[in-house]
């Protein structure tokens, strides 16, 4: 009857020994709020688009993804992945800041601003644009299916 009382212990002290390295673990590598996720997500789109890097965004536009540009035109999934492919731009330094993001369940609405800076007819020149991003989350993970962007012209 004692050995199993002192198996029983062994197995106590085994399986509070995995706990303790289970949490190790999970303390190790800290769990990231949706918020953080969708600011970052927002920064490697920005690094994909000065890269070219389609097979990127493709990966987080949803197949019903529509934009509404700047200048008030509107542009679906192609038309987003082609000027991806196509930029061109000389820019001398990007930012995007000004982060506001809300979620609702598996819906999120990001606002941030960018800002580039680089030469327009050989002057340098910043040209400041605000994002409005709606994105879903679809299998855990984040997908924009609405654009939309404003060129800021008041100083």
Do not use: H
Not at 11 to 38: D, E, H, K, N
């Amino acid at each position: 009857m004692r050995s199993v009382g002192v198996g029983n212990w062994k197995l106590g002290v085994y399986v509070a020994a995995l706990l303790c390295a289970a949490a190790t673990v999970s303390a190790q590598r800290p769990v990231r709020s949706a918020q953080q996720i969708l600011e970052q997500l927002e920064r490697d789109w920005v690094e994909a688009l000065q890269r070219n890097d389609v097979d990127f965004v493709n990966n987080v536009l949803a197949p019903e993804f529509v934009s509404t540009y700047g200048d008030g035109s509107r542009g679906d999934r192609v038309r987003e992945l082609q000027l991806v492919k196509e930029f061109n731009q000389q820019v001398d330094k990007w930012t995007v800041d000004e982060f506001t993001v809300r979620v609702f369940n598996e819906t999120a609405v990001v606002w941030f601003t960018q800002r580039m800076t680089g030469p327009v007819q050989g002057k340098p020149t910043e040209i400041v644009t605000r994002y409005m991003d709606v994105f879903v989350n679809r299998d855990g993970k984040w997908l924009c299916i609405g654009s939309q962007s404003t060129k800021v012209t008041a100083k």
